[in-house]
């Protein structure tokens, strides 16, 4: 069974552990997010425009 007491004291320490980011890592995280969100896109749009070639050839 679930112990609520564990569980609370858990995401306490959790949050102690926590700290805001510098400048420099949330930079350097952004710039990661933003090459993954660049990168499942462009995959999208090369599966997307080599289906609509394929689909003009014929």
Avoid: C, W
Wanted: charged share 15%; net charge positive; proline share 3%.
């Amino acid at each position: 069974m679930i112990n609520p007491k564990q569980t609370l004291k858990n995401m306490v320490n959790v949050m102690k552990m926590t700290k805001k980011p510098d400048r420099n890592e949330y930079q350097q995280h952004l710039r990661l997010v933003m090459l993954g969100i660049m990168g499942v896109g462009a995959i999208g749009f090369t599966i997307q425009f080599v289906f609509s070639v394929i689909t003009f050839g014929r």
